[in-house]
C-alpha cells in the first residue's frame, strides 16, 4: 500500500521550532516531488512548501520564507519540514502530499498520495 506519514507536530511556544517529518511506504520518495500544506479552521488549504523530485528546486510561501526549510532523507525515505520562529498564525494542520513534481504557486491539484496530517499549535 502507498501511504504517507506525517509526525512531529505538538503545541510549541510562538518563537519556538518543530520539525515535521513525512515517511513514505510504499514507493520511493526520492522519485517525487513532495509539497506540505495545512489548513486552519476558518481557512482554506494553502501550499506551505514543496521540494522538487531533483531535490534541487524548493519553493515556499511567501508568510513563511526565512523561517521553515524543507528537505529530504532518501535513505529514510522521509521528507522533512523545519519550522522555525514559530508564530500563532502558523497554527494549522500540517499535511505531506506526493506529486510528479512542484508548482511554483505551490497549488495542491494533481497530488494523488496524501497523508492524514500532524497538528501544529503555537501559543503560549
Known amino acids: 500500500q502507498v501511504q504517507l506519514v506525517e509526525s512531529g507536530g505538538g503545541l510549541v511556544q510562538p518563537g519556538g521550532s518543530l520539525r515535521l517529518s513525512c515517511a513514505a511506504s510504499?514507493?520511493?520518495?526520492?522519485?517525487?516531488?513532495i509539497g506540505w500544506f495545512r489548513q486552519a479552521p476558518g481557512k482554506e488549504r494553502e501550499g506551505v512548501s514543496c521540494?522538487?523530485?531533483?531535490?534541487?528546486?524548493?519553493y515556499y510561501a511567501d508568510s513563511v520564507k526565512g523561517r521553515f526549510t524543507i528537505s529530504r532523507d532518501n535513505a529514510k525515505n522521509t521528507v522533512y519540514l523545519q519550522m522555525n520562529s514559530l508564530k500563532p498564525e502558523d497554527t494549522a494542520i500540517y499535511v505531506c502530499?506526493?506529486?510528479?513534481?512542484?508548482?511554483?504557486?505551490?497549488?495542491?491539484?494533481?497530488?494523488?498520495?496524501w497523508g492524514q496530517g500532524t497538528q501544529v499549535t503555537v501559543s503560549s
Open positions: 521540494i522538487s523530485e531533483s531535490d534541487t528546486v524548493t
Open positions: 502530499a506526493a506529486h510528479i513534481h512542484c508548482y511554483s504557486d505551490l497549488k495542491a491539484h494533481g497530488y494523488g498520495t
Open positions: 510504499g514507493f520511493r520518495l526520492r522519485d517525487y516531488a
